[in-house]
């Protein structure tokens, strides 16, 4: 395949699939921890009104859907991308890095949550990525 149509294909699918697990793990959030009482988080301004009700187990949650959803769009770039594969899985991890930062002016958080989400869930996650992918794709490489 040609190498820029490879590249195009790793950015789309790794934009894809980390959104894709990100909105999962967000939709199944409120299943797996319930929100506090009397919040509503069906919209985005009941969601703003009732933050202030939220614990800090109701961040865990969203902070796995950024990271995993980071992690996954990183991996499938990596595995897809033609060369540069670090910089493919980065680059993941820069566009849900502005995902984030976006998501902290529309949805006020703690400020706990959003140094611990902006600099933890995002460029570590998009190495992480590159590196699974990098021994997913070199099995001669992992040790016994």
Request: hydrophobic share 55%; proline share 8%.
């Amino acid at each position: 395949m040609n190498p820029i149509l490879k590249g195009i294909l790793a950015v789309v699918a790794g934009v894809i699939v980390g959104s894709a697990v990100n909105m999962a793990i967000v939709m199944a959030g409120p299943s797996v921890i319930p929100p506090p009482g009397g919040a509503d988080v069906t919209t985005m301004e009941g969601l703003k009104a009732s933050l202030h009700l939220f614990e800090p187990k109701h961040f865990i949650m969203p902070f796995l859907a950024h990271a995993l959803g980071a992690l996954s769009g990183a991996f499938l770039a990596a595995l897809i991308a033609p060369s540069r594969k670090l910089w493919y899985a980065l680059g993941i991890g820069l566009w849900n890095l502005v995902g984030g930062v976006m998501n902290t002016y529309l949805l006020p958080s703690p400020l706990w949550f959003t140094i611990l989400d902006l600099t933890v869930a995002y460029l570590p996650m998009g190495y992480l990525g590159w590196k699974l992918a990098d021994r997913f794709s070199s099995p001669e490489k992992v040790s016994a």
